[in-house]
Nanobody, 123 residues
C-alpha cells in the first residue's frame, strides 16, 4: 500500500490550503482514511478521519469548523480542505489508512502512512 500526500505549502494566516492523498495497493473504498499532523518539537496528533463511504467524519477540536475531510473513492483520494489557517496549524501533515471502522482517532490504529507534506502558516 502506498499513500502519496501533496498540497502543502506556505500560506498567510487566514488563508486556505487543500491537501490531497492518493492511495494505491488496497481497496480504497474499504478503508478509513485519516489525517494527522506533527508540529516542530511536538508529537504527532490526530486531525480528522473519514469513514469508508465518507458518511461519517471526526475532527480534532482544534480544527473543527475550519477543516473539512472528504474523499473520492473513484480516484482513491482523500482531501483535507483547510480554511482560516492559523500559525499554530504549521506542521507536517500525514495521511494514513486503516481497514478498521468506527471512530478512530489514534495513530496506532492506522497501518499505512504517507510521507507527509509541510504546511507553513505565517502570521
Amino acid at each position: 500500500v502506498q499513500l502519496q500526500a501533496s498540497g502543502g505549502g506556505l500560506v498567510q494566516a487566514g488563508g486556505s490550503l487543500r491537501l490531497s492523498c492518493t492511495a494505491s495497493g488496497r481497496t480504497f473504498s474499504r478503508t478509513t482514511m485519516g489525517w494527522f499532523r506533527q508540529a516542530p518539537g511536538k508529537e504527532r496528533e490526530f486531525v480528522a478521519t473519514i469513514s469508508w463511504l465518507g458518511g461519517t467524519t471526526y475532527y480534532a477540536d482544534s480544527v473543527k469548523g475550519r477543516f473539512t475531510i472528504s474523499r473520492d473513492n473513484a480516484k482513491s483520494t482523500v482531501f483535507l480542505q483547510m480554511n482560516s489557517l492559523k500559525p499554530e496549524d504549521t506542521a507536517v501533515y500525514f495521511c494514513a489508512s486503516t481497514a478498521g471502522a468506527g471512530e478512530i482517532r489514534t495513530e496506532t490504529a492506522f497501518d499505512y502512512w504517507g510521507q507527509g507534506t509541510l504546511v507553513t502558516v505565517s502570521s
